[in-house]
């Protein structure tokens, strides 16, 4: 049993979802993927709230869902789950769509930075 902090990356962006898996895992993450709405649902819900103690996802997925709804059932599962959402585009939605304490990160933003965030949320 690793005792790792656990992040789900949902992003539809092959590209992106690889380099901030790899970015989390050498920053001593372990990291799930998810490139869509349903395989992120799938994937909280197998995890059943054990392990996964964040999620950075896309709000735009190119789905039905998204981000949003994404954050909406992990909180279900497990209502501490830490959310960081990021989008290319302007969030005029964000506070209103958001979860409880979850954060946004504009595209482009630097993997590093994310990592900072994902520490500086979980540690509180």
């Not at 990291?31 to 395989?39: D, H, I, P, V």
């Not at 005029?92 to 595209?107: H, M, N, P, S, Y």
Request: hydrophobic share 35%; aromatic share 6%; glycine share 8%.
């Amino acid at each position: 049993m690793s005792d790792r902090i656990k992040v789900l990356i949902v992003e539809d962006d092959a590209l992106i979802r690889e380099v901030m898996h790899d970015v989390l895992e050498d920053e001593g993450f372990e990291a799930l993927c998810a490139e869509n709405t349903q395989r992120a649902i799938d994937t909280i819900e197998r995890d059943n709230g054990d392990g996964i103690t964040a999620i950075f996802a896309d709000i735009d997925l190119g789905d039905k869902g998204g981000g949003y709804e994404v954050a909406r059932r992990a909180r279900r599962v497990k209502p501490d789950i830490k959310i960081i959402y990021t989008s290319g585009g302007a969030r005029e939605d964000f506070t209103r769509e958001r979860v409880d304490g979850a954060v946004f990160v504009q595209k482009p933003y630097q993997p590093t930075q994310v990592c900072s965030l994902l520490r500086s949320k979980i540690a509180g």
